[in-house]
């Protein structure tokens, strides 16, 4: 895997990653940005988030769930003194759909914070605490 982050002016970057798509990394005014994309520590939160998420939908829909929507809501804390490294982060799974049953999504969040999601696993053998909790929406 590969990336390039190229510096455009102030504090905001180009980020391109090796299958090709871009994205403005920027900061806030206070530290010389424009605030014209997401901090880097927020892209690294979201990247755990789609990556944990990509996993449950996966797992739910190859166990033929009747999944029609699936989104993670997070909330980290990070260290008060440098570096400020994560140090918590929870993650909120809301699964939609008609029928679901609460083991398959039980198993789904399991499996993907145990076996499957590279990100919050590196994060968790990194010291991160991760917590999972899930709520299963009818339509």
């Not at 994309?37 to 939160?45: S, V």
Request: glycine letters at 10%; hydrophobic letters at 35%; proline letters at 4%.
């Amino acid at each position: 895997m590969k990336a390039s982050v190229k510096w455009t002016e102030g504090r905001q970057f180009v980020a391109e990653s090796g299958s090709g798509h871009s994205v403005v990394i920027d900061g806030p005014p206070d530290h010389g940005g424009r605030n014209t994309g997401p901090r880097p520590m927020e892209m690294l939160l979201m990247g755990m988030g789609a990556c944990t998420a990509f996993d449950v939908l996966e797992i739910l829909e190859k166990s033929r769930a009747p999944v029609s929507d699936c989104s993670a809501s997070l909330e980290a804390e990070r260290a008060d003194d440098i570096p400020s490294v994560f140090t918590r982060i929870h993650v909120h799974f809301t699964v939609i759909g008609n029928g679901l049953k609460e083991s398959q999504v039980k198993r789904a969040v399991e499996l993907s914070a145990e076996k499957y999601c590279s990100a919050s696993i590196m994060l968790t053998r990194g010291g991160v605490e991760v917590t999972h909790s899930y709520e299963i929406v009818s339509e």
